[in-house]
């Protein structure tokens, strides 16, 4: 009889790992996947575009019912695992059913983190990860005509440009001087918030929220040291938290997500995790690149062939509001580094590459990312920039048309 392989969690990288282990070793293993979404996969990047009306829900999906049961998978949709019995090696889902399993995969992604601020369980407060936030957030703004978004990440900027897309008036809150400050230096961001800015999309930077206001539903978003910003909508997007409870009250070794060595396998060689509910080497992710990855890592090793996960080198390459952005390595530069700039404020172009000992240990690029790839592959290969240095200064068509 074949060995039972369970997944929980039908997400980006629960996806990636059935397409690869489906190509290296169809039917190799009798899989069930459990999903506590009411849906298929989809791609969650996607989500932005659905709630800016660029695209329906439809044209995110990436499965249905007859992709798994062309490739033998059962799928159960709105199936949330509530419990996992290590001793008798079955899950047990929220209506009490069991299923037993010889190797576990957790897939579980992360829960955004909401903060325990005055009024944030009020109707009209809502957060931005799934289908479901997405339907909430249009039902809502088709309403609503002023929101205010807490967090100036990637994941608030995408809800500020949709909800402003959507028509409304929208403020983004957000308690550090510049946005996106994980990934941009203060004049990259700078740029970008110009770029939102003539969107129509507000920013409170520096600003703490001490309270959600409002009676019977949101009314505004009360700032410590500030004023009160009127609100009919309120987006939390502060951050996330590797969905980990399940792996921790089955006892695993968890941090901040389900530990797991550099072949995926938990501190129970039963169970496997990967995404963003895992953590390998101190270290979660918050991005699709890892987690897909992990994937082709832990297919390979649930085909039966040797594979290690060193860990992900992680550049992010995003379109915010319609302004491509690149990120990676450092974003700032130490003593001694070569710190290559190319401003153009007339095309509104941003670039910063900084250079240690020849080699690319961090870019920045705003307005025009389209080098970005290629100097994620110089600087992820450690290859000496040498002759090139003038191209990945200046990007690489404005060094061709200078030669
Ligand atoms: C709006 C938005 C925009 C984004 N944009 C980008 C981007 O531009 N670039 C980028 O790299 N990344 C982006 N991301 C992040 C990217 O989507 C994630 O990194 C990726 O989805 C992680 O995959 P995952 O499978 O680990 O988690 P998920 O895709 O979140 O999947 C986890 C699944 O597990 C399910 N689950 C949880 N607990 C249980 C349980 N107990 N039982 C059963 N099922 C359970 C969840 O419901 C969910 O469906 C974005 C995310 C969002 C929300």
């Known amino acids: 009889m074949r060995e039972r392989l369970v997944v929980v969690g039908n997400g980006m990288a629960a996806h990636r790992l059935l397409e690869r282990l489906h190509a290296r070793a169809p039917g190799r293993w009798a899989i069930t996947v459990l999903g506590a979404e009411p849906r298929a996969n989809y791609n969650r990047i996607l989500l932005s575009a659905v709630l800016a009306g660029e695209k329906s829900a439809d044209a995110i999906m990436e499965s ?11 799928f159960h949709a709105s199936c949330r695992v509530a419990r996992i019995d290590r001793d008798r090696r079955v899950v047990i889902d929220a209506d009490g059913i069991e299923t037993p399993y010889d ?3 957790l897939a579980t992604g992360s829960d955004p983190i909401l903060l325990p601020l005055p009024g944030a369980n009020l109707p009209g407060v809502l957060t931005f990860r799934d ?6 957030l249009l039902a809502a703004s088709r309403t609503a005509r002023r929101a205010v978004v807490i967090g100036g990440g990637l994941l608030g900027l995408e809800a500020a440009f949709g909800l402003r897309r959507r028509g409304l008036e929208v403020t983004v809150v957000h308690l550090m001087g510049h946005l996106m400050e994980r990934q941009l230096d203060a004049d990259a961001s700078t740029y970008l918030r110009h770029a939102l800015e003539r969107l129509g999309i507000a920013f409170a930077l520096s600003a703490n929220t001490a309270a959600i206001e409002g009676d019977a539903h949101v009314s505004g978003v009360r700032l410590r040291d500030g004023p009160t910003l009127p609100a009919d909508l309120v987006v939390m997007a502060v951050g996330v938290r590797p969905n980990a409870a399940l792996a921790r009250e089955a ?7 389900v530990i797991v060595d550099d072949t995926l ?13 895992a953590e390998h080497r101190g270290q979660t992710y918050g991005l699709v690149a890892p987690a897909w990855e992990q994937a082709a890592i832990l297919a390979r090793h649930l085909a039966g062939e040797p ?22 390595g450092v974003i700032e530069a130490a003593a001694g580094d070569d710190d290559l700039l190319y401003v153009d404020p007339a095309d509104a172009l ?21 080098d970005g790839g290629w100097l994620f592959d110089l600087m992820r290969e450690g290859r000496p920039v040498g ?12 060094a061709r048309a200078a030669a």
């Open 307 to 328: 594979a290690r996960y060193p860990g992900s080198i992680v550049g992010t390459n995003l379109k915010v509001a319609g302004v491509s952005v690149f990120s990676a």
């Open 387 to 398: 002759a090139l240095r003038e191209a990945v200064a200046l990007g690489r068509d404005l």
């Open 64 to 74: 249905d019912a007859a992709w798994f049961a062309e490739r033998g998978i059962a």
């Open 251 to 257: 006892g695993l070794a968890v941090g901040r997500g």
């Open 265 to 277: 396998a938990t501190s129970d060689p039963a169970i496997v995790a990967l995404g963003e509910c």
């Open 350 to 370: 941003y670039r910063r590459v900084i250079l240690r000992d020849d080699k690319i240990v961090g870019a920045i690029l705003v307005g025009d990312s389209s």
């Open 103 to 105: 190797r576990l995969v």
């Open 131 to 136: 289908l479901a936030d997405v339907d909430r």
